[in-house]
Every structure is written in structure tokens, then in C-alpha cells.
């Protein structure tokens, strides 16, 4: 990294985002900022808090309804909170009002916020509304997890098999049928406008005391497997192609090369990836959907794939996937 | 208010923060939310946690630097904490960057944080960063306090005194005089540019367990007698204009009637505000830096004024200050 004095006249773009948390963690000398969430101690207790800042322009389809912009704002935050096998116990919103938002909007907002906090039985406990320029929504969630029991994203070791719930790809199809001006089937818009934080799964995840990493893969599958291996001090990860579990729907509107695309590399589905010892892999079974996609391994982050005619090969994954900050990936994405 | 069907097509400037948050607890059906903290019950502790949004437009006069901006955001929110005698734990920040600041100015922007929460006691945990067309920040304060001991802006009962800690008047004076491009003595300057939350006095008071109301003024002293009356469902307030502690300072650059004018409707100063039983005050003595301002009455908020030949007569006080999305006050204002 560049010395901090030489650097004062670099624009933040030409940093982006990974660098500058790294060098914002610099600053403030607190090597404990780290994954998605800080943490609080209270006694035997982890209170996890997260903010998420979201805006209109970026980070939600002009399609999207009132409703459920306040949802996926409120999905986003709690999504960070079940990686970390945390039970929400309360979220607040800072809410940014061009002063021309018509009330019934805001209402629909507020509903939608309320509804993911529902379901995720949590409430909204406090809040800001100001006026902005743009629409602009920073929510935070709290939760609490007991210390033997919390999730981080470092602990995976070698060998260990790696994991995703549920299943991949749908919040990135919609978005790329939406951008095409095509309607996608009713299960896959959901995975976009609508998405379930895994706040169930993480805490089963949590309560198992075997699973050895995890984190949320808002930002793409691909991204989250680099950012885990960083995590983890240069580890690797070796997947599968055909063990990546996809959404069914996604075949009636893509061909199977796209939808791989999509699962890698399009951000969006809050599932939660995750690295368990081989041998305790069967506690989890019957308790959540999820899927075994490869192994952590010494280093390099690789795919295998296989041929039309059956045959196996290796490519190195590509870190493709959104950060901010830096310049916009080809199609514009958004981001939980 | 409105029902909320027939005024759908309404723009939220039209109702204003005060009616909107109102709003916004309705909908969510949480009465819980209130005062500026939201409250997490963990055993005989309250967490207390409070989100502030600031912009750089109307948030901070154009001649801050990236420090105080920093210092000026985690302030804002440690007032808060600070108001209901809560120990800081932890805060949080949410920062929306245009991607052409120049990264010299985060640096010293985290480090403006850094030093405010470390004379605070407690330090930054996480955050998050984002690409926005303006520079927005997101402040998330977490403390902890005793359940008997927190401070509610509920309580007050007539009679008691009405008290203030520190003095008023001098972030108001000082932005006023950078709008017509004077300087201000370094003292007044600090009161704008780097305010001490009163974190220290707040604690204090939530020790003594006998002050029966609280909250900071940091939307100005009128402004939040206005606000503490409706929390106590329509209590008054006699204040005297004599009283009323204003920085030494003031009187370099300020006649008497604008110092007056200054610390009644100008917002930025981060005292407390408070009440407490007439019997009980001598328990504060030689604690913290605090002055009596007048009392609580049945009803109506009026102050004293005394004419240059020494006759008393009452005025009603008015309820201007800083309201967040309503039509901008005459001079434009910023608040902590």
C-alpha cells in the first residue's frame, strides 16, 4: 500500500472499497474490525452490530416497490447478523428523504422494513429521517450470539468441506432478465426483490459448534470465496461446477453456461457459504438445506469443470463480483 | 394527522420529521420507539443504540475540515448516548463517499472519529463504505446503562428545576459569524467545529438516580424544551433569560440580544438538558459544570426577560430550531 502522506491527493475510486477498509482498519489501529460486524462483549454474550448503506441508484432495480426496497434493506443488514449465528434483536434505519417522496412511499418502505424484521422475529427499535438528494437507507441490525457459539469468517481449515444454503443464482437472473426488459418467473423475482436473510440457518450453523467458517454471499459466490480465503490467511478453496446448487426456475430463461455465470459471479442471493470438519458434516444433515460445493485446500481458488463429453477440468475462478467504489462492473449490479 | 390512505400522493416535506416519525411508529406498531435511542434489554443492563445521518450540504458548514467532519459525526451520535447516562460501548460508521474525495481527506475524516471516540472512552467497531454523489455519514453509538439508573426524556414533574450543563450559544454564534465571513475566538470556533458530547455529565446524572428527565439540545434550546414537554404529555416550562449560561466569549462579537436569540434557537451546542426535584440539586453540586434555568410548570412554555431598567415581564417562547425536512429556516442551519 501506498505510505498514507503520498497518498493524500488519490481519489478514493482508485482505491476501492477493499483497500480503503484495510487502510480505514490502519487508521484506527482496532485490528478487531473485521467481517461484516462489530462486536460488543457482554459477559458470556456477543452482541454483533452491522450497518449497510444503500441507495436508490445503486443498489435498487428502479423497479422495485416501496415495500420492498425497505425490505432488502432490512434483508441486507440481517443477512450479515446470520452469518455470524446471531438472533436479531433489534434493527434501526437512517433514512435519507428527497423531500418530494410521496408519504405513501415511505409508508410502503416502513412496511416493508417491518416485514422483514417479522419474519426474521425482530423489530425496528429506533431510527433518523433527514432529506437527501437520493434516496438513501443505512440499516442496522443487532444480535446477539453466545462467544463458544458465534460463527467468523476465520477458522476454515484445509480439507474442511465447504458449503452453501440453498440455492444460487436467481437474484442475479432477475436482475439480468430485468435489465432486457423480460419478466422472470415469480420464485426467481422474489430472490431479487424480496430475499430471505438465512437468520434460521445461521443459527442452527451456530448452535452445531462444528462449522469451522462463514459469511453471507451478498456480493457474488466468487467474490465471498476470495474474501474468505483473505479471511483465512491465503487458504484456498477448490469447487464444483455441477455441485453448485442453482435455482430450478433458472433454466426455463437460461442456458446452462449463463446460469453458471450468474451463481459465480452476480451478487445478490443472501445465502450463506460455510466450511465444516468432513467428519461432522452429518450434524447438519436433516437440520438445514444445504449443499456441499467443494473442499478448502492449501491455496488457489479453482473450479472444476466438465465437459459436454464427460470429461473433468480446472480453471482458475476469476475474482469477478462487486465491490464499491471501484469502477462499475459491465452491467450495472446491486448489492445486499 | 391525515389517515394514512387519502394522503398517499403527499410529499413528506409537507409533514415534516416530527409528524413523519410519528408516522413511522404507528406503522410499526412499536410505541417502545422514542426519545433518540432505540433499547435492548440484556439482564439489569440497557443497551441503548442511536443512528444519525449527516450530509455534507446541510450537515457542515463548507469550512470544516475532513477532521472535524469525522469528530462532528461520532459527536452527534455519542450526545445521544450520552443523554440517557449510557457508557459507550462501541460506535459504528456508514459512509458514503463521492468517488473523487481525495483520500487524504478520509484519512483525517476516520481520524476526526477516532479522536472523539477516544475521549469518549469506547472506539469505532465497524462501518461500511459506499460511492454517493454527496458525502454522507452514518453514525451508530452503542451504550450501556443500568435499567435503574437510565435516563428517559419521560419523567419531569412540575416543579422540579430545569437545568442545563456547560454553557449555550457558542456553535450557533460561530456558524453565523463564518456565514458572514468572520472568524470567531478559537473557544467559540471548538463549540461549531469540535463539540465535546457530554458523556461525563451524563453518567453523572444517571448515577445520582434522581434527575426525572434528559435529553441533549442539540437541535436548540427552544426546540427541545418543545420536544421535552410533549414526551412529558404537555408539561411547561419557566425559564429565565438571566439565567440561561452563554460562553464568556460571546460578548467579543454578540450583543446581548443576539447572544440571547443565539442560545434559545441556534442548534450545535451538545449539552444536556434535564430535570430534577427541587430537594435533590444539591447532589449535583461540585459533580458537573450545570446551571438552573427556571422549572417545570403545569403547562406552556414561557420565558422571563427583564427590561434594561429592571422590570420583569414574560413572553411565551417560540418553538423554532432545526426540524429536519421542512422547509430550510432562514439561515441555513446545521445540527449535532
Redesign the interface.
Known amino acids: 500500500m501506498d505510505s ?1 502522506d503520498s ?9 476501492g ?1 477493499r483497500a ?2 484495510e ?2 482498519r490502519e ?2 489501529g ?1 485490528s ?2 473485521g467481517d ?5 462483549r ?2 458470556n ?1 456477543i ?1 454483533v ?7 436508490r441508484k ?1 443498489d435498487f432495480p428502479p423497479q422495485m416497490s416501496g415495500y420492498q426496497i425497505g425490505w432488502m434493506s432490512a434483508a441486507a443488514s440481517l443477512s450479515d447478523i446470520a452469518a455470524m449465528g446471531a438472533t436479531p ?2 434493527i ?6 428527497p ?9 410502503e418502505m ?2 416493508g422494513i ?1 416485514a422483514c424484521a417479522d419474519q426474521a422475529s425482530t ?12 434516496l ?1 437507507i ?1 440499516g ?1 441490525a ?1 444480535g ?1 450470539v453466545n462467544q463458544e457459539k458465534i460463527l467468523y469468517r476465520k477458522g476454515a481449515r484445509e480439507n474442511d468441506f465447504l458449503c452453501v444454503t440453498g440455492s444460487l443464482g436467481g437474484a442475479g437472473a432477475a436482475l439480468s432478465l430485468l435489465k432486457d426488459g423480460r419478466r422472470s418467473p415469480v420464485e426467481i423475482s422474489r430472490k431479487l426483490f424480496e430475499p430471505v436473510p438465512r437468520v434460521r440457518e445461521g443459527r442452527i450453523l451456530a448452535e452445531s459448534r462444528v462449522v469451522s467458517s462463514a459469511m453471507d454471499i451478498s456480493d457474488g459466490l466468487a467474490a465471498s470465496l476470495y474474501e474468505l480465503s483473505r479471511a483465512n490467511e491465503g487458504i484456498g478453496f477448490r469447487i464444483y461446477a455441477e455441485k453448485i446448487p442453482t435455482d430450478p426456475e433458472l433454466s426455463q430463461i437460461l442456458n446452462p453456461e449463463e446460469i453458471l455465470e450468474t451463481s459465480l459471479y452476480e451478487g445478490g442471493d443472501l445465502e450463506l457459504l460455510f466450511t465444516i470438519p468432513r467428519e461432522e458434516i452429518k450434524t447438519l444433515h436433516g437440520e438445514i438445506e444445504f449443499t456441499v460445493i467443494g473442499e478448502v485446500t492449501k491455496r488457489g481458488i479453482i473450479i472444476v469443470k466438465t465437459t459436454p463429453d464427460g470429461r473433468r477440468y480446472v480453471e482458475p475462478l476469476s475474482e469477478r463480483g462487486y465491490e ?2 471501484k469502477e462499475r462492473p459491465p452491467r450495472k449490479n446491486y448489492q445486499g
Chains 1, 2 share one sequence.
Open positions: 498514507m497518498s493524500g491527493a488519490m481519489q478514493v475510486f482508485e482505491l472499497e480503503i477498509v487502510r480505514i487508521i484506527l482496532n478487531e474490525i461484516d460486524c462489530g462486536l460488543i457482554i459477559g454474550e452482541l452490530v452491522t450497518s449497510d448503506m444503500l441507495h445503486t434483536v433489534g434501526l434505519f437512517a433514512i435519507g428523504l423531500v418530494e417522496t410521496e408519504v405513501g412511499f415511505l409508508d416502513i412496511r417491518s423489530k425496528v427499535i429506533g431510527g433518523d429521517v433527514d432529506s437527501h438528494d437520493e438513501t443505512v442496522t443487532l446477539c464499491h467504489l
